[in-house]
């Protein structure tokens, strides 16, 4: 490309993500027709599966074989075409060659133009089924739901926010604490009463009974039988065409299963940078069909702690999948508000952020922000919400600015945290954990930015993102609590004093309660 191709995609793309189609130079006449604001449609296997407006097109035979390589004849697709605003419209071939006035069996060939008449009447078809899909207003959801749940007012909306950063969320604490209560709470009111399911976890459970596999039907040979994650994403697909609402699994008593066995083989997808890949792949009438994950499906777990056998099943690849939320009794006495004093900040914490290392992670958590919340298919999107859909740097960076403390915002304070965890020796903070506590706080900002405030806000993330990494230091502590062996013990309180001097005191409070069990979900 050269520099004014570059400079019109960058006008067009802000977000970076090209869309790009290309067609032959058989259907060259095809492709001179077509302008900048003209729309076209995508035709796949008897459908009309998306439409797209043109943003650009040019005639490009090195961009053309550099994405999709050539034909044994040499050919390639070079005449090029940018599209943006793309939407699912999930037509029938059938129902629009009766929209267009064409003949009942018309098969569209290769690239076409649709004459206006017909483009006209599809269009409107078009919108018309995007004005009967409900509009869900994320602030009314979640005010319903505290006005009816007070008690739970700070794990809701955590909560929210982590299921709108595209984390899966954990519930874990003892039993009869309302821990599937919630989560099937949360479930009717974003994805509707009896648009959600449930399944309760079991030692026995398999890549079989989680993803599927091939079972006997009647009259002989074998057919694809879905396990619960398919049955379950295939359900939410259908209701975001058709009710604008996604399909969310709760699973209650999670630690029951062997994980690596059961969801091992799916790991990679649950994640929701990686959801284009597919989960699973089958012949469906003599086609290959792929079951994906859509970037708005949610798994919501419940974990009981009294079960010592909790850990057997938690490796590191699960756990940075989900976000952990602790929920206990409410007969227990709550803790002194720790809301009476502010964060504080020291100039260690200064010199940190100054380091140019620094700067370059914040710069990037902060592009990650922004693409996450920019992701999107049609309807389907990762941060689940219209409404919260962020395309500017500059929004991101201001919205940062919004949530300061002596010149220092609450990443950089998280940035600080996790520096000393993993230089002090506790665990190895990974950056794609900075990553998603960045997406959590600007999540959290949106749901409320009137009552946000930073104590809260870094206090949620480190619960949620630091605190279960320290599980794998438990052993060590344990030991130098025993045998007193005073590098891990030094390196405890080490940290212990980075929380005292930040002033975050239910994030201490709850590492005083670790020393005594050694456990940290728990």
């Known amino acids: ?41 995508f035709y796949v296997r008897g459908r009309y599966v998306y439409c797209a407006e043109i943003a650009l097109k040019m005639d490009n035979e090195k961009l053309a074989k550099t994405i999709w390589g ?45 004459n206006d008449d017909a483009a006209k009447k599809i269009i ?61 709470k949360i479930c009717e009111h974003v994805c509707g009463k009896d648009n959600f399911m449930i399944d309760t976890a079991n030692a026995e459970w398999s890549y079989f009974d989680v993803v599927g596999g091939r079972v006997p039907k009647e009259g002989g040979g074998t057919e694809f039988e879905e396990g619960i994650i398919l049955k379950a994403t295939e359900k939410c697909r259908r209701t975001l065409k058709e009710k604008n609402k996604p399909c969310w699994l709760i699973i209650d008593e999670l630690n029951r299963a062997n994980l690596d066995l059961a969801f091992g083989r799916i790991f990679t997808q649950m994640d929701i940078d990686h959801r284009k890949e597919p989960l699973h792949s089958v012949r469906k009438n003599g086609e290959e069909y792929h079951y994906f994950m859509p970037l708005s499906f949610r798994i919501l777990a419940t974990m009981n702690t009294y079960d010592r056998s909790l850990l057997f099943s938690l490796g590191y690849a699960f756990m940075r999948r989900f976000a952990f939320i602790p929920i206990g009794s409410l007969l227990k006495e709550p803790k002194e508000s720790e809301e009476s004093k502010g964060v504080t900040v020291n100039e260690e914490m200064r010199k940190l952020n100054n380091k140019q290392e620094m700067q370059k992670l914040k710069e990037k958590a902060l592009f990650t922000v922004l693409n ?98 320290l599980e794998y230091f438990m052993p060590k502590l344990r030991k130098g609590q025993i045998f007193l062996e005073k590098e891990y013990q030094d390196a405890w309180r080490k940290i212990k004093r980075v929380f005292e001097e930040l002033n975050l005191t239910l994030v201490l409070e709850k590492l005083k309660e670790v020393e005594k069990e050694y456990r940290v979900i728990g």
């Open 1 to 41: 490309l050269n520099s004014e191709q570059k400079r019109q995609l960058q006008e067009v793309f802000p977000d970076e993500k090209i869309r790009i189609w290309g067609t032959a130079e058989s259907n060259r006449s095809t492709w001179d027709s077509i302008n900048p604001g003209d729309y076209v449609l």
């Open 70 to 114: 050539e034909h044994e004849t040499g050919e390639t697709w070079n005449l090029v075409f940018f599209v943006r605003n793309v939407q699912p419209i999930w037509i029938s071939r059938e129902k629009l060659n009766m929209i267009a006035g064409y003949d009942a069996n018309f098969i569209p060939q290769a690239f076409m133009r649709v």
């Open 124 to 184: 409107a078809e078009i919108l018309e089924k995007k004005s009967k899909l409900p509009k869900l207003d994320t602030r009314k959801i979640l005010n319903n739901l505290i006005q009816q749940e007070p008690e739970f007012q700070r794990v809701i909306k955590s909560t929210f926010a982590h299921l709108i950063a595209g984390k899966n969320v954990i519930f874990y604490g003892p039993p009869a604490t309302s821990k599937t209560y919630l989560a099937k």
């Open 372 to 469: 996450h919340f920019t992701k999107k298919d049609g309807e389907d999107r990762a941060f689940i919400f219209e409404e919260f859909e962020v395309s500017d740097i500059n929004k991101v960076r201001e919205i940062y600015r919004n949530l300061q403390v002596d010149g220092l915002d609450v990443l950089d304070l998280f940035l600080y945290v996790s520096s000393k965890i993993t230089n002090e020796g506790l665990v190895e903070i990974g950056h794609a954990i900075v990553f998603d506590a960045a997406k959590f706080m600007m999540a959290y900002y949106l749901l409320s930015p009137e009552d946000v405030d930073v104590k809260t806000l870094l206090s949620e993330a480190a619960f949620a993102y630091l605190l279960p990494q």
